[in-house]
């Protein structure tokens, strides 16, 4: 069974599904990949989490990356550090990050035409299967755990923007536009028995 998120996530005032759905496109339509803000985007609550003090501390101070903590008890944090969904969009790069178990935030992203970065996962989806992390039908960029790769990487996809924006249409047209839609979603959940 999917998770309540792709239906609506209120805690975080993500909303209804559909409406990020709806937002990222319409943001996706307002900024044109060439004009996406060429760094990667991150945020999220550490949480103690080694994965996430690794991003953190792997990004830090770097040109490349916009990765920032939100204190969900601090109103300077949601004011001066949160992102709605549909604002990761602007961004050329879009990191998925693990939380204490599977994370919610990675279906979100998925719907934005932006390369969608995920290190090697320790928790899956019904959806991961499709996720390609190489070749011809690569729809995401896989980096390690430790992040390592992740500014070598970076760098490869702003000398090779042809590529990279194949990779985040493979990614729209996989995810968004398929395995990620509301029908999708009420297939996998009420199919077949």
């Given at each position: 069974?999917?998770?309540?998120?792709?239906w609506s996530w209120p805690e975080p005032k993500i909303g209804a599904y559909h409406e990020v759905q709806r937002k990222a496109i319409a943001m996706?339509?307002?900024?044109a990949f060439a004009a996406k803000i060429p760094k990667v985007v991150w945020r999220g609550a550490i949480l103690g989490l080694a994965v996430r003090e690794k991003l953190l501390s792997v990004t830090k101070g770097k040109d490349w990356a916009d990765v920032r903590t939100l204190d969900w008890g601090k109103h300077e944090s949601w004011v001066n550090d949160k992102l709605t969904m549909d604002e990761h969009c602007k961004y050329k790069?879009?990191?998925?990050?693990?939380g204490t178990s599977n994370s919610g935030r990675l279906k979100y992203l998925q719907n934005c035409r932006s390369v969608v970065f995920v290190h090697k996962l320790n928790w899956v989806q019904h959806?991961?299967?499709y996720m390609v992390a190489s070749g011809p039908e690569q729809n995401f960029v896989e980096?390690?755990?430790d992040f390592s790769d992740l500014e070598e990487k970076i760098q490869w996809l702003e000398e090779h923007q042809t590529e990279a924006e194949a990779i985040a249409e493979?990614?729209?047209k996989v995810f968004r536009e398929r395995f990620l839609t509301p029908a999708a979603e009420t297939c996998y959940v009420c199919g077949p028995f």
């Open positions: 069974m999917p998770d309540f998120g792709y996706d339509k307002k900024v790069y879009v990191m998925h990050t693990e959806h991961h299967h980096v390690e755990r493979r990614g729209i």
